[in-house]
């Protein structure tokens, strides 16, 4: 469905496009409200109840009553911190306000991923913030990854039909031994069932949750075209409201073993309100999908000739998107220039110390 390239302060004018409508339409709430819907009633963590740093130790700031946390960008370092504990399937979730004004080139990331532990064949499941160069419409990546499968990643991305800079969003992964749902606030983005076909790539080992935000000058903005300008600077990235709900397990565990001592607690994630696609919810997605997506690693034959197995191919989707993966020219020619980059490494930390 074509629509307009458009201001993101346009919206907060008042002047919303109609992406923006059906989105919050879709989710019955204003952009931003997690409050009610599927995620009523989370339990929330103080930062050091859950989490650590990671590196950037001292860009990683704490609020006074520790409920929220804001990671810091500067020409020095990036940051990031990590969940203290590793998950067997859970629901991983925070409320994030992206740093505002021109942001080129700064990725913020907000996934799960067991890269310190296994090297080569590590899980991971991200959300990636694509900065935006100023007046045009931030992009947000999801990425599956399984058994060490990086040259062959998952990976979807999108506009964002609001402005993520002026209020904290909901994101959320839910991770069950069958089904990965990402969440935008109340509304599911993207759906990836386990299947005989996707094999051994479906996420399946303990996973921590992490938290970055770092320079991606080369490859996050059009194609690297714009860099981090750090006049600009420091960015901020502001989490809140955090939710780690999963069984913890240690790292050396066997996953039989921990699957096997985790039943009773995934038992009570299957049973969540958010475990479970009603059909408004799944008209939600969909609505986002054909407003919103802007790239599918599905449709992208010249970097994968052969489709993936597990692909769902829906032939409404396919008309719409070239082949790179990428939406036809239109009145998204703007957005479609640049082919997606190659999956990043496992572990952005390599890549944030500046």
Not at 14 to 41: I, Q, S, Y
Not at 235 to 256: I, N, Q, T
Not at 261 to 271: D, H, K, Y
Request: hydrophobic share 35%.
């Amino acid at each position: 469905m074509a629509r307009e390239v458009r201001n993101p302060r346009q919206a907060e004018a008042g002047m919303a496009p109609l992406a923006l409508l059906l989105f919050l339409a879709a989710h019955g709430a204003a952009a931003g409200a997690a409050a009610g819907g599927p995620f009523r009633n989370l339990t929330t963590l103080r930062f050091d109840e859950g989490y650590a740093p990671l590196f950037g130790e001292g860009n990683v700031v704490p609020s006074a009553d520790g409920r929220s946390v804001r990671l810091l960008l500067d020409r020095y370092t990036g940051s990031g911190f990590i969940s203290s504990d590793l998950y067997s399937h859970g629901f991983f979730s925070a409320k994030i306000k992206l740093p505002s004004d021109y942001t080129a080139g700064i990725v913020v990331a907000f996934y799960m991923s067991n890269g310190d532990i296994f090297e080569k064949t590590h899980d991971e499941l991200d959300f990636e913030f694509l900065g935006n160069v100023r007046g045009r419409p931030w992009k947000i990546q999801t990425n599956v990854y399984g058994n060490g499968s990086t040259s062959h990643g998952r990976e979807e991305r999108y506009h964002l039909p609001f402005d993520p800079t002026r209020d904290a969003h909901r994101y959320s992964i839910l991770w069950t031994p069958d089904t990965i749902i990402f969440y935008i606030d109340d509304t599911p983005i993207r759906e990836v069932r386990r299947s005989a076909a996707m094999g051994g790539d479906y996420p399946s080992k303990p996973m921590s949750l992490y938290a970055t935000i770092w320079d991606g000058s080369n490859w996050a903005t059009s194609g690297g075209r714009y860099k981090v300008n750090y006049k600009y600077g420091p960015f901020a990235a502001e989490f809140s409201e955090l939710v780690l709900r999963g069984c913890r397990v240690d790292p050396v565990e066997m996953v039989p073993t921990a699957a096997a001592r985790c039943a009773e607690e995934e038992a009570a994630l299957l049973a969540a309100d958010y475990a479970a696609l009603t059909p408004e919810r799944s008209a939600a997605m969909r609505q986002f999908r054909e407003t919103e997506m802007t790239y599918s690693f599905c449709y992208d034959t010249l970097r994968y000739p052969v489709t993936f197995p597990d692909c769902d191919v829906v032939p409404a989707e396919l008309e719409r998107f070239k082949e790179s993966g990428h939406l036809k020219f239109g009145t998204h020619r703007r957005r479609s220039r640049r082919r997606s980059r190659v999956p990043r490494s496992a572990d952005p930390r390599h890549q944030a110390e500046m």
